[in-house]
């Protein structure tokens, strides 16, 4: 029989049934490919696949004239002429970390035995290496010498293909304008990383809110869940930038309707700048006072000695500019002095509110 696939071919194909120690493969050509059971089975010996499910796998060669395949090398399978076909073709062999001896660990595959130097272990990371010690792990062999007896495998080598591979399904599920449901995994001062199906995105702080944010700790926390949008990826460095921010109205939408010229509002200091104070009217819309318009203040005067955060005042505004999310503002008189005024005018003012010089006068 002609083999259809070269030896260490991989391909990816449905299983069309498990029978005994056997797992069949459909070939998509009238006929079947075969793989041991025990190479899919847990450590209770329980088979992990069924029938319909899709698997990766290797072409290792013919057996009784069928067409064998394997997942990866490992134990009785791991003779000599197997590593080498393992060696010119990629396919994966699985080893026993014996020991951590000079420049890297000792590795056995099978009864052959194989060298992992240290930068072939793990993946980008500098791990201890007795985290390694006593494991069984997956290996690319990179040598493969003097019919077996220098062997130097690589465990970073698998990982990082195995990394691509998930950095591709990442890419066509996670894209630009998508909103995501995520984990905060942990704070820094420029933002929060968020875990996103396994991947690790960024929350910048300025895109956590719509008013500033100060201490991150106030408004986040480890393990919170979060929904947010996905605003920029950079595949290529591995980097995608996620919004909270973004999934909230914009406050400037709606600026020139609520806050058209002329009418008084109470906000909050929200910054002080040598030209001005910038007040907070509502989250994400902060108006400035400009120093011209403070009333026996000048231009040389320290405004950070006369004003901090948090002090409340009553403005004007003077003109809004939504284009560029601009609003000039006026100190003016609060609401509830106007009030006052208009009463005392009106003549609503009894004597118990208050000394009114007219009313005293006429009672003389």
Not at 52 to 67: H, L, P, Q, S, V
Not at 305 to 329: H, Q, Y
Request: hydrophobic letters at 35%.
């Amino acid at each position: 029989m002609k083999n259809m696939f070269e030896p260490g071919q991989q391909i990816e194909t449905t299983i069309v049934a498990v029978s005994g120690d056997t797992i069949f493969l459909d070939l998509n050509a009238k006929s079947e490919g075969f793989l041991d059971r025990a190479e899919l089975t847990d450590e209770n010996g329980k088979c992990t696949v069924q029938e319909g499910d899709r698997i990766k796998a290797y072409f290792a060669g013919t057996e009784n004239g069928e067409m064998k395949f394997t997942t990866k090398i490992s134990g009785g399978k791991a003779d000599k002429s197997m590593l080498e076909n393992a060696f010119k073709n990629g396919i994966p062999v699985e080893g026993h970390v014996e020991k951590e001896i000079k420049g890297g660990y000792d590795v056995m595959i099978g009864t052959n035995r194989a060298f992992c130097p240290y930068s072939q272990m793990g993946y980008k990371q500098k791990d201890e290496s007795a985290s390694f010690v006593g494991k069984h792990l997956t290996f690319k062999i990179q040598e493969y010498k003097n019919d077996g007896r220098n062997i130097v495998v690589s465990n970073r080598a698998i990982m990082e293909d195995e990394h691509a591979k998930s950095m591709v399904a990442l890419q066509g599920k996670l894209q630009e304008g998508m909103i995501v449901d995520a984990t905060v995994k942990s704070l820094q001062n420029y933002g929060a990383f968020v875990d996103i199906d396994g991947f690790q995105a960024l929350l910048p702080i300025s895109e956590i809110a719509l008013d500033r944010v100060d201490d991150i700790s106030t408004v986040l926390k480890a393990d919170q869940k979060i929904k947010a949008k996905i605003i920029k990826t950079d595949w290529k460095n591995e980097r995608v930038s996620v919004s909270m921010k973004a999934l909230l109205a914009d406050p400037w939408d709606s600026v020139a309707e609520k806050y058209p010229a002329g009418s008084k509002h109470d906000g909050v200091v929200s910054r002080v700048a040598p030209y001005g104070v910038f007040v907070e009217l509502e989250p994400g819309l902060d108006g400035l006072v400009h120093v011209s318009e403070m009333e026996g203040i000048d231009r040389n005067s320290n405004l950070s000695k006369l004003f901090k955060k948090g002090d409340k005042m009553t403005v004007e505004v003077k003109e809004t500019n939504p284009a560029e999310k601009r609003i000039s503002l006026m100190p003016t008189t609060s609401v509830e002095q106007d009030k006052t005024t208009a009463r005392y005018m009106a003549g609503q003012n009894s004597d118990d509110d208050g000394y009114n010089p007219f009313a005293a006068l006429l009672k003389k």
